[in-house]
């Protein structure tokens, strides 16, 4: 039989801002009203389906808020009536109000689509001034109602008789429509940490949690361990502070006890970060269970061969007289519910899933082998169509009637199976590249720390105030308990971007320079600056495998035209689920001894009307600075024009010539010579890509920084030759 688990992991980010009692953005709301109760009432269609989920304590504190009556900036912005909006906030709802998913929250419904055609697909925040005068107060008002409609899981939809109807009137909404889908959703926050209650009294779900704010907790006990996994990383600071991490560990455990009446088993560290020190302290709180990804084993031992008896089985862990069983992850199971069934009709995700699953239990000797998937159990749906309904159904269906699969809760496997083995050694890494470089590898990231660092030193040296003030100090403690916070630095660094980048710099500073303001001491004045680093500094370094030489025609001539090219993919670059659909989808960087090659995958038809709208321009800097400049033609051709800037004013010219070439037919090219770009061998080449629309910039990539090309040498093919 083989055992398959589920781990939802639900988090969002600590939004709030505690000094004004509001969330600063509504994504809690949002996915409280689409997600979060979604996901676990759809499982009382299907009682075989047994299944985990992992509730963050500060996401669930957050929904609280919201049942206390807390609100998020646009909650009270759609609450304004729309015939009383200014100027400003019309603006601010044009630019915010599509922050959906458009294929499938935006377009299946044809007034709200119809309202995005009317403000553009693309827009620049200077354009959106212009746009505002051309909505009229019934346009505000049925962008308010839509926005926040459908964000309205699919089940409700289905069941409640006054969305349904709403979603079937379309236009025309009244100021009480708008007031009904924001009271649904309220309504729908109160019920779901009940709902899970009622889950995990049945014996159906088992609920699991994470330190309170999220926290990295390896990095909290010691953050030189960060080496281990990352030898080059250089670090000139080391925040140690494992009662920290202790206290985020026993603060969740009885905020979990306070919701649902008992204590949890098991947890799923922030990131799937785990390491030997965070053992004893996890254990010590009365977990039997933690969960990490799979890399983390092959590393811890030595190996990595995914088909081996080593992935499918729990493994126990003995430091300091305390024991954990550790769970991991298929990593390519998760990927493919997170990344890939989206874009399958919902019959072949679902037999190719079983499929895999299947060929799993051939493979292994294993009488019962454990399968585990974890995931988020919010960010990937609204990819799916109707926020993944029928592909769950479908796919509940069938392993309910399975007879050589079981979905199982974890600690129901651990029970029914005790005998575990013993890891020789737990390799310290997370989810991700198994090492923690996504925390602690960038320099914005060591900056945040240090300030962090700086912050932890002077609370513990305020005696006097834990002495004889011990509530203040408890409150200069929590803001430092949430600025230990994973998130902060997830938004750090050239890895992940969105539009809410400064916000979240914000966010994570306000919370340092409020244990100042708390303790009556002066603000640092490095927390009134951003720790953003400006474009220059942030450096993406991709480097093709091969040389490659495609045809400059604007197709993909072959399978292999671009095999060994890179990839900047925008989606995975920008990480923000929200941001509204880019231009560009990706980029690719390639090479020969002469040329740099250049192509544009586009969420728009490179031939279609709308491509006229646009210039596409690259940007090289360096010795000197080049911009390649793109245009549309008639008939979906492309026009390229090398431009040098000159050493004394900021004006472009034509290099004479041509130098470069482009095309466009169902993807953009372009090849330009190192030339004219003067780049020798060796020779970095740091490139941007923005696209306007006029005199407008409606998108720039990477949205923070550059991209770096090494020019190959002599020596590339030598060193990359892989036979």
């Excluded at 009270?76 to 009383?84: D, I, R, Y």
């Amino acid at each position: 039989m083989i055992h398959l688990a589920f781990v939802w992991h639900m988090h969002q980010p600590y939004y709030k801002d505690r000094e004004k009692n509001k969330l600063l953005m509504p994504w809690v709301r949002l996915h409280g009203a689409k997600d979060y109760l979604f996901m676990v009432r759809l499982l009382d269609e299907f009682p075989k389906i047994h299944q985990t989920f992992n509730l963050v304590p500060s996401l669930l504190s957050q929904i609280e808020d919201y049942n206390s009556g807390v609100t998020d900036t646009l909650f009270e912005l759609t609450k304004k009536q729309a015939s009383g909006l200014n100027e400003d906030e019309r603006i601010f709802i044009l630019w915010n109000f599509f922050m959906a998913q458009w294929d499938n929250m935006i377009k299946v419904h044809p007034r709200y689509a119809e309202l995005l055609e009317k403000r553009g697909y693309y827009v620049s925040p200077a354009e959106l001034r212009e746009h505002s005068g051309t909505f009229s107060s019934q346009d505000y008002l049925d962008l308010q109602v839509w926005f926040n409609l459908c964000w309205i899981d699919p089940l409700t939809a289905e069941e409640d008789a006054a969305i349904k109807a709403l979603i079937l009137k379309g236009r025309n909404f009244t100021e009480e429509d708008k007031e009904r889908v924001l009271a649904k959703h309220i309504s729908m926050l109160r019920g779901i940490i009940p709902k899970y209650r009622e889950a995990a009294a049945s014996g159906q779900v088992e609920l699991t949690t994470t330190p309170f704010y999220h926290p990295i907790l390896p990095l909290l006990v010691d953050t030189d361990i960060a080496k281990t996994a990352m030898p080059d990383n250089r670090q000139d600071f080391r925040f140690a502070y494992p009662e920290d991490a202790a206290a985020q560990v026993k603060r969740a455990v009885e905020y979990f006890r306070e919701k649902f009446g008992v204590e949890p088993r098991g947890m799923w560290p922030a990131e799937g970060s785990v390491s030997e020190g965070i053992v004893p302290i996890v254990a010590g709180a009365g977990f039997t269970w933690i969960a990490s990804d799979e890399e983390v084993l092959f590393n811890s031992l030595g190996f990595f061969d995914r088909k081996e008896n080593v992935l499918y089985r729990p493994w126990k862990i003995n430091r300091e007289g305390k024991e954990l069983k550790i769970i991991f992850r298929d990593k390519e199971l998760a990927d493919l519910l997170g990344f890939v069934y989206s874009k399958w009709d919902e019959d072949s995700a679902v037999n190719d899933f079983i499929s895999r699953v299947k060929a799993i239990g051939a493979a292994t000797n294993m009488k019962d082998p454990l399968v585990t998937v974890v995931l988020d159990g919010e960010n990937a749906w609204e990819y799916y169509k109707n926020n993944a309904l029928g592909f769950f159904r479908r796919l509940y269906s069938r392993l309910s009637a399975e007879n050589d699969i079981k979905c199982v809760k974890v600690s129901e496997y651990l029970d029914a199976f005790p005998d575990t083995p013993e890891l020789p050694k737990l390799f310290p890494g997370s989810w991700i590249n198994h090492d923690f470089y996504i925390w602690i590898g960038h320099d914005e990231d060591k900056k945040a720390w240090k300030y962090l660092k700086a912050a932890r030193e002077a609370a513990a040296g305020w005696e006097e105030i834990k002495e004889q003030n011990t509530s203040l100090y408890a409150e200069i403690m929590e803001e430092i308990y949430i600025a230990e916070g994973s998130d902060w630095c997830w938004w750090y660094g050239d890895d992940h971007s969105s539009a809410q980048d400064e916000e979240f710099d914000m966010l994570f500073r306000g919370h340092l320079k409020k244990v100042y303001e708390l303790a009556g001491k002066e603000v640092p004045s490095n927390l009134l600056t951003p720790i953003l680093s400006s474009a220059k500094t942030v450096r993406t370094q991709l480097t093709p495998t091969a040389f490659i030489k495609p045809v400059i025609d604007g197709k993909i001539s072959n399978f292999y035209e671009w095999a060994g090219s890179c990839i900047y993919e925008t989606a995975k670059a920008n990480s923000a689920i929200h941001r509204a659909e880019s231009i560009v989808k990706n980029l690719y960087f390639g090479f020969d001894r002469e040329n740099l090659y250049l192509r544009l995958d586009l969420n728009i038809d490179p031939a279609g009307e709308k491509m006229r709208d646009f210039v596409f321009e690259y940007t090289f800097i360096g010795k000197a600075t080049f911009r390649l400049k793109l245009a549309s033609l008639p008939g979906g051709a492309m026009s390229a024009e090398l431009l040098r800037q000159s050493e004394t004013v900021s004006a472009w010219t034509p290099i004479q010539g041509e130098p470069a070439k482009a095309a466009a037919l169902r993807i953009l090219e372009a090849s330009v010579p190192y030339a004219v770009l003067e780049a020798g061998e060796k020779d970095n080449i740091n490139v941007t890509l923005a696209v306007y629309r006029g005199e407008n910039e409606v998108e720039k990539w990477p949205t923070r920084g550059i991209i770096n090309i090494t020019v190959p040498g002599s020596d590339f093919e030598g060193q990359n030759w892989n036979a």
